[in-house]
């Protein structure tokens, strides 16, 4: 296993190819601020881009997974002009779009509590694992704020209608709550988090990584688009393209010589 440390965060990637993006300051509740916000986006950045990286595990050590914004870039942000103000947000936001739209599928791992930008975080993965003791926040409204970075994520997790609850009254939910509006997709025991994480990865690794990018860019492309001939013209050129492609023809081929696809370890 490889391993550095940037600064804030842990970045580990196994020999499976999982990447693992560590938010590292539990003293301090893994709050963040724009120097984080510039580290996750180059992790972000280079887990795309590296070949060798199939899965990306976003986590984070200690009790909370993230407390959000950070007390001292709040103090600074409330001195800042507009212009600073645009410059500081159109940061956070390139970030959650590089997450977002990654090609490779992403995981949040959530130990803990996950307040305002955190929400964000675990928003734009494909999928999210939460222990029975993560709760969650849309904290902005309390201090003024609103949550309008990651509002396109937070309403793609959670719909419109729960959107309109919590981002009004920053109440405090629960996993079960989460899981129940989408923002979650399991929730287990703490003890068995990593067992949860590993039942993904797993499944995630015996399927063709083409066609898992090629998958997660169609449900991005595809929803709440109207079904037109457009669409549907559009949908027919993908799996066509996809069935001639390397990756297509030995997934076919492994299946009917009734043999494991040689992307499986």
Known sequence: MSESIEKTLNISTDARGVRTISLGRPDIHNAFDDSVIAELSGAFADADQDDKVRIVVLA????????????????????????????????????LRRLNFMSKPTIARVQGAAFGGAVGLVACCDMAVASERASFCLSEVKIGLIP??????????????????????????????????????????????????????????????????????????????????????????????????????????????????????
């Open 148 to 265: 309008a970075t990651i509002s396109p994520y937070v309403i793609a997790a959670m719909g419109q209608r729960a959107a309109r609850r919590y981002f009004l009254t920053a109440e405090r939910f629960k996993a079960q709550e989460a899981q129940a509006l989408g923002l979650v997709s399991e929730v287990v025991e703490e003890a068995q988090l990593d067992e949860a994480l590993e039942n993904l990865i797993g499944a995630l690794l015996g399927n063709s990584p083409q066609a898992v990018a090629q998958a997660k860019k169609l449900v991005a492309d595809v929803a709440e688009r109207e079904i037109n001939s457009a669409l549907i013209a559009d949908t027919s050129e993908r799996i066509a393209a996809i069935r001639v492609s390397e990756e297509g023809q030995e997934g076919l081929t492994a299946f009917l010589e009734k043999r494991q696809a040689n992307w499986i370890q």
């Open 60 to 95: 984070a050590e200690g009790k909370s997974f993230s407390a959000g914004a950070n007390l001292g870039w709040m103090k600074r942000m409330a001195t800042y002009s507009y212009e600073e103000n645009l410059t500081d947000a159109n940061a956070l936001a390139e970030m």
